[in-house]
């Protein structure tokens, strides 16, 4: 179980398929308009359970609870070997060679 | 009385929701007709520019370095005609507090928001904007919330964008993400309506006024330390508050350079399409805003722009991803600076345009933003790669946005295009005949003049050719 005023991450779905802006490409209107949003559970909960947060600004959100203490996964990402040969061209060109 | 907040009930009150969130009363600028007093509305509802560097100035926003990348300059002049190659500039704005000069833009809207009295400031964002009125809300004690696109249907996140996210909460700001959309406009009034908040909008006078000071620093910086103004500047363009402000600010200094504005080209790819969302490599300063924007920049979500780039812009050039990718990473490797992609797109623009230049020349890029996880070349091709582009060393002038990367096998391959800037003109014309429905009147047509930065003759004839 989850506590109370435990932070949190909620997942909510704001627009259904039907209910998309007529601008929007196709593939944009085959999918819901989703929200995302974090605050402290204000009361106790499980994981798909649907609840109420408050978030910083003292707002109240409702939506699917699915994370506890959200974290940041976001990285360097993957060694790109092109940034090596770009290196050296720009070393050789500029002082000459092997420095 | 609870109010209907379905999509069109919300959509009706915007006008209503608006005024009430940003406090100016656009009629008064209006002349009913296509025509609007611009500069009376950047006058009545700005600062001026001793007050914005006062406001800014109190809250370590702007007085940022000039920096002379010399050789960065050499590999231009090895590529460039004997005697080629002018002297490239680098504003580093990212030593502003949220690490771009957005900072500037925040800095004013929200002590503009404190003075209304309002106890919240609300922004729809997705690029360093956020964090700047984040970090300026937080420097006031007003709430901050930021509205984000950040994830395509399957919720994979933008690199950059979820960077973005953990700024902004560092800084203390609500953040509500959502997926690939223009409804994110729907959220954003509601949660203005929700919580009587000030709209930190980009686009309002005190925002773009807000870059002025950056216009004028650069003009001053180099006066004193050269001796003249730069002879070029350039400027990522997206929304077109870089260039206006950047262009106004020189103006007021007396500089008379040449303003040019850079964007990274991504023809082809839909701004709102959910499949192409994460098959782009960059999240601002691109031609899926700068096109549309200049050529009719009240689009936004304010009635008037004061972001008006058109009037200010003598050249628009558009550049490849590889192009921008490869100067970022010689940045790094010749200058010993790492900067964000984004904000480098001015950059890789100059480093050609200096090529054109006399050596005893200077070029000036107006920015430059943070770098760090997400938000970095490296973290950008991985990306890239995962979602199935393909990277390799050619010619960018082959580049399909998209489909791939094509990073220069060599730095003289870095050729950015002229953007048919004649044709913007005509564009913005014809939109205003089509979007007002009137005959244009004689104000009209010097409205429009200015708004092209072309002639009351070149307005005339191309009504004629509608
Ligand atoms: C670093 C950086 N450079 C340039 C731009 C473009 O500015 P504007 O939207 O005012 O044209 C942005 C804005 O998104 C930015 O964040």
Redesign the pocket.
């Known amino acids: 179980m989850i506590k109370k005023g435990e932070w949190v991450r909620i997942h909510k779905t704001i627009l259904e398929p039907s209910e998309r802006a007529p601008q929007v490409p196709e593939d944009t209107k085959q999918v819901p308009l989703e929200m995302w949003d974090k605050g402290f559970l204000e009361a106790d909960a499980e994981l798909g359970d649907e609840v109420t947060i408050e978030t910083v600004t003292g707002r109240k959100e409702t939506g699917t609870l699915i994370e506890v203490n959200p974290y940041y996964e976001h990285d360097f990402g993957k060694f790109v070997p092109e940034l090596l040969v770009i290196d050296k061209q720009v070393r050789e060109i500029v002082f000459g060679g092997e420095k | 009385m609870t109010k209907a907040n379905d999509y069109n009930s919300v959509m009706a009150r915007k006008a209503e929701i608006m005024l009430k969130s940003v406090g100016i009363d656009y009629s008064k600028f209006e002349s009913g007709s296509i025509a609007f007093d611009y500069e009376k509305m950047m006058r009545e509802t700005g600062y001026t520019l001793e007050e914005m560097q006062e406001i800014q100035y109190s809250v370590g926003v702007g007085n940022t370095p000039v920096l002379e990348l010399r050789n960065l300059t050499e590999l231009a002049r090895k590529c460039a005609p004997v005697g080629k190659g002018a002297r490239i500039f680098m504003k580093d704005e990212a030593s502003n507090p949220s690490g ?3 900072a500037r833009r925040a800095a004013n809207s929200v002590y503009h928001a404190k003075r209304l009295g309002f106890k919240g400031v609300v922004t729809a964002t997705s ?3 956020g964090a700047a009125v984040a970090s300026q809300a937080a420097i006031a004690g007003l709430k901050c919330i930021v509205v984000q696109e950040c994830y395509d249907s399957k919720g994979v996140g933008q690199p950059e964008i979820v960077e973005k996210a953990r700024k902004c909460e560092a800084l203390g700001a609500e953040v509500v993400q959502l997926s690939v959309g223009p409804e994110l406009f729907y959220k954003f009034l509601l949660l203005l309506e929700e919580t009587g908040y000030f709209n930190a909008s ?1 686009y309002t006078p005190f925002g773009i006024a807000g ?1 002025e000071t950056l216009g004028y620093e650069i003009s001053m910086q180099f006066r004193e330390k050269y001796g003249k103004d730069p002879d070029v500047v350039v ?10 402000g950047t262009a106004r600010g020189l103006i007021k200094a007396g500089a008379t350079s040449k303003l040019i504005a850079a964007s990274v080209n991504l023809a082809g790819l839909h701004m709102a399409s959910d499949g192409q969302f994460n098959k782009k490599s960059f999240t ?2 691109h031609t899926g ?2 096109m549309p ?1 200049a050529s009719w920049p009240d689009r936004s979500d304010v009635p008037r722009s004061a ?1 008006r ?1 058109l009037r200010y812009m003598e050249r628009y050039v558009t550049v490849a991803q590889g192009e921008v990718f490869y100067i970022t990473e010689a940045l790094a490797r010749l200058e010993g600076l790492e900067k ?1 992609p ?2 480098n ?1 001015a950059l890789a623009a100059a480093f050609y345009l200096a090529q054109e230049m006399d050596q005893d020349q200077t070029i000036i890029v107006s ?3 943070y770098t760090g996880a997400g938000k970095h070349i490296q973290p950008q091709l991985s990306f890239a790669r995962d979602n199935g582009i393909e990277i390799f060393f050619g010619d960018p002038a082959e580049e399909v946005p998209g489909k791939n990367i094509i990073l220069p096998s060599h730095p003289s391959l870095i050729k950015p295009r002229d953007v048919d800037i004649v044709h913007m003109r005509r564009s913005l014309i014809k939109t205003a005949v089509n979007t007002y429905k009137v005959e244009p009147t004689e104000e009209d047509i010097a409205f429009l003049a200015e708004e092209t930065n072309s002639s009351v003759e070149f307005v005339k004839e191309t009504l004629k050719s509608l």
Not at chain 2, 235 to 244: D, F, L, P, R
């Open positions: 771009s000069f957005k690029g360093n904007y980009l870059v400027c990522t363009n997206a929304g077109g508050g870089n260039m206006t601002t300063g805003f700068g924007f972001a780039p964000g984004a904000g797109t920015e430059t933003e």
